[in-house]
């Protein structure tokens, strides 16, 4: 277990949330940006997500799983890689299990910031004794029986299953429309409730999506429904919803 004393990088591996893609809307035509383009990418998206899930539930149950029932049936690929790489960021010695602090910070770089009961709570369900030895894979012991052993929850352990466990189950339950929030505070970083070219411009560099002034301009002004210089929130959650 790592010390909590030390601090933690950011969680920056991936900076762009799935809902867009990891580019900039496509364009329908030079200097223009397709808004139908965009409306049938996310349809497709969603559409896509929805088969890889199907298939996963499938396969679990052909293989006598829990099916529907296991959280991480329930999540795409990249979630569980984002799931992945969030506790690979914060387990810093690598000893496959993360205390308290570390359990708060990773969830919250995957966007979930708990009070400090919940985290507790969630850490006498999933967690173990940091007596228990190093899990090469999840311990065969029910987890609450492993939890037990400490009379302090805040000093239990979360080994990589169970973490992966707890957050596909989070991020299941969460409404689309906070994740595409989420994409949107990508872009508008000093919070104006809007995306204004300079964010584009960012966003473009960091990306390496060589886009011209002009075309830049020219999203802007095809999904500023208000004329306000920016693309608010509500267009932004009407854009990726479709």
């Known amino acids: 277990m790592a010390s909590t004393a030390q601090s933690h990088p950011s969680f920056g591996t991936r900076p762009y949330s799935s809902t867009i893609h990891g580019k900039l809307p496509e364009r329908s035509a030079p200097g223009t940006f397709g808004h139908?383009?965009?409306?049938?990418?996310?349809?497709l998206e969603r559409e896509r997500q929805e088969r890889e899930r199907a298939q996963r539930e499938a396969q679990a149950a052909a293989q006598g799983g829990a099916g529907p029932s296991n959280p991480l049936n329930n999540i795409t690929d990249e979630q569980r890689e984002?799931?992945?790489?969030?506790?690979?960021?914060?387990?810093?010695?690598?000893?496959?299990?993360?205390?308290?602090?570390e359990f708060k910070?990773?969830?919250?770089?995957?966007?979930?910031?708990?009070?400090?009961?919940?985290?507790?709570?969630?850490?006498?369900?999933?967690?173990?004794s940091p007596d228990a030895p190093a899990p090469p894979s999840q311990s065969s012991r029910p987890q609450q029986q492993l939890?037990?052993?400490?009379?302090?929850?805040?000093?239990?352990?979360l080994t990589l299953q169970a973490f992966q466990s707890v957050a596909a189950g989070l991020i299941a339950q969460r409404d689309p429309r906070d994740e595409i929030?989420?994409?949107?505070?990508?872009?508008?970083?000093?919070?104006?409730?809007?995306?204004?070219?300079?964010?584009?411009r960012r966003v473009a560099r960091e990306l390496g999506e060589g886009l011209?002034?002009?075309e830049l301009q020219a999203m802007i002004e095809e999904f500023d429904l208000e004329g306000k210089g920016g693309v608010g929130r509500e267009e932004f959650v009407g854009i990726c919803m479709g």
């Open 181 to 200: 929030l989420r994409a949107f505070a990508l872009f508008d970083t000093e919070d104006k409730g809007m995306i204004s070219i300079e964010d584009l």
């Open 212 to 214: 011209e002034e002009d």
């Open 36 to 43: 139908t383009s965009t409306r049938e990418n996310a349809r």
């Open 82 to 101: 984002e799931i992945n790489e969030a506790f690979g960021l914060f387990d810093l010695d690598k000893d496959q299990r993360i205390d308290y602090h």
């Open 105 to 128: 910070v990773a969830l919250k770089a995957l966007g979930f910031d708990l009070p400090k009961s919940e985290i507790i709570d969630l850490l006498t369900q999933h967690g173990i």
């Open 147 to 157: 939890a037990q052993q400490s009379s302090n929850p805040s000093r239990l352990l």
